[in-house]
Structure formats: C-alpha cells, structure tokens
Nanobody, 123 residues
Framework: DVQLVESGGDSVQAGGSLRLSCAAS????????MGWFRQAPGKEREGVARIFFGGGAGTYYADSVKGRFTASRDIATNTVYLQMNSLKPEDTAMYYC????????????????WGQGTQVTVS
C-alpha cells in the first residue's frame, strides 16, 4: 500500500519560510507524478505544485505560489519537499501530499493517494 506522511508544518510570521516534507513508501515504479495541495477552512482544495516523473518530467506551480514555493524530490529517500518562502497569511491551510500513477489523472490534478496533511499557519 502507498503511504504518504507529511511533516514540517508550523506557525510562522508573514515573510517567513517553511519546508514541508512528504515521506513516501510503497510507491509503484509506475508513479507518474506527485503533488502538493492545500485546503483552508471553508475553501476548496487547491493544487499548489506537481512534480512529474514521466513524460519528460517537470514541475508546475499554481500562480498563487510561483516564485515563492519550490517543490523537489529526493529519489534516494523517496521524499518530496515543498520549500515555502515569503509566506503570506493567505498561505494558511492544511497541506497535503499526493501521488498518482496515471498521466491523465496527473494532468487533471486528480490523485488517488493522499497523506494526512500538515498544518501551516501564517500570521
């Protein structure tokens, strides 16, 4: 079974930085992409970043975080990271890591495997 465990969430002041980690286990070799999502109270879940492993690879970001957030992957440890700089109060949310095998689902931002989330609060 796929297991995704997020960590690194915290309470920080505006302008600060955090790095989130997602430790993955049980990922099939056919995993096509992993992503970071967030959901604030009363709001819909938002895709933050996607790292594509296949199809030429690449990383894509939501406009709201471009230039401030960086997603990366450590293949050796099967961990993905989300470096978040210049944090704003509107970045406050529960952040989730997700993984998907289907290229089509990756491009549609629809993921099958999810972690439990880690809370980020910016004040």
């Amino acid at each position: 079974d796929v297991q995704l465990v997020e960590s690194g969430g915290d309470s920080v002041q505006a302008g600060g930085s955090l790095r989130l980690s997602c430790a993955a286990s049980g990922l099939p070799s056919s995993t096509y992409c992993m992503g970071w999502f967030r959901q604030a109270p009363g709001k819909e879940r938002e895709g933050v970043a996607r790292i594509f492993f296949g199809g030429g690879a690449g990383t894509y970001y939501a406009d709201s975080v471009k230039g401030r957030f960086t997603a990366s992957r450590d293949i050796a440890t099967n961990t993905v990271y989300l470096q978040m700089n210049s944090l704003k109060p509107e970045d406050t949310a529960m952040y989730y890591c997700a993984a998907e095998e289907s290229a089509r689902q990756c491009w549609r931002n629809e993921f099958a495997n999810w972690g439990q989330g880690t809370q980020v609060t910016v004040s």
